[in-house]
């Protein structure tokens, strides 16, 4: 079975801070894709990545940065110098490599309050 | 703005009411997926379709229909509404073909389903 486990369900910092979101997947297959959500306050949902189970390249865009490491099944994403508009909800999920639907399997979600 | 469109954006009905939930894909998209959120159950997948025919099935109740028309946009029917179906529904679109897995999906802002 897959699934997704944010184990941290909120976090808060104060402006500037670095902060870490933590993510934990457990699949079977081989070929799986990793991703990260962010639900900003007004309620949409936003893409910020995609990894396959293939590249374990650590990625870096701008303040925001992910780290893939298979051998612990986890995806973590790391924001530096965290801002207000950084305040969310973040989600990380899971969809199956090679099968014909990409459903995602989500985890259940860090609340991210970053304080002035 | 991610080019899905989800109408209406908030609706309130009361129990034993059906409603219907309208989502149109971004330009070019094929496939469709419909999630539920709630506080008690995260965001959950509910049904995925791709041009126009049904690729996959998540915890979706009886009562819930849903399709994808030939000008791809899809519709999601939900009958005998309960207290428990209040939740915000999603729809996500994206290019994903044969193998679906590895595109990202794209959501809409969503719908706010209240039942009194």
């Known amino acids: 079975a897959q699934k997704v486990t944010q184990a941290q369900t909120e976090i808060s910092v104060v402006e500037k801070e670095d902060v870490t979101l933590d993510c934990v997947y457990e699949t079977r297959d081989t070929t799986y894709y990793l991703f990260w959500y962010k639900q900003p306050p007004s309620g949409e949902l936003v893409f910020l990545i995609r990894?396959?189970?293939?590249?374990?390249q650590n990625e870096i865009s701008g303040r925001y940065s992910w780290n893939f490491q298979k051998s612990t099944s986890s995806f973590n994403f790391t924001i530096t110098a965290s801002q207000v508009v950084d305040s969310a909800v973040y989600f990380c999920?899971?969809?199956?490599?090679?099968?014909?639907?990409?459903?995602?399997?989500f985890g259940q979600g860090t609340t991210l309050q970053v304080k002035p | 703005d991610s080019g899905v469109t989800q109408t209406p954006k908030h609706l309130i009905t009361a129990t034993g009411q059906r409603v219907t939930l309208r989502c149109s894909p971004r330009s070019g998209d094929l496939s469709v997926y419909w999630y539920q959120q709630s506080l008690d159950q995260g965001l959950q997948f509910l049904i995925h379709?791709?041009?126009?025919?049904?690729?996959a099935k998540g915890n979706i109740l009886e009562r819930f229909s849903a399709q994808q028309f030939p000008d791809l946009h899809s519709e999601l029917n939900l009958s005998s509404l309960e207290l428990g179906d209040s939740a915000l529904y999603f729809c996500a679109s994206s290019t994903s073909g044969q193998f679906a897995g590895g595109t990202e999906a794209f959501f809409g802002q969503g719908t706010r389903l209240t039942v009194v």
């Open positions: 379709y791709y041009n126009g025919e049904e690729r």
């Open positions: 999920a899971l969809t199956h490599g090679s099968s014909n639907t990409g459903k995602l399997i």
């Open positions: 990894r396959n189970s293939f590249d374990e």
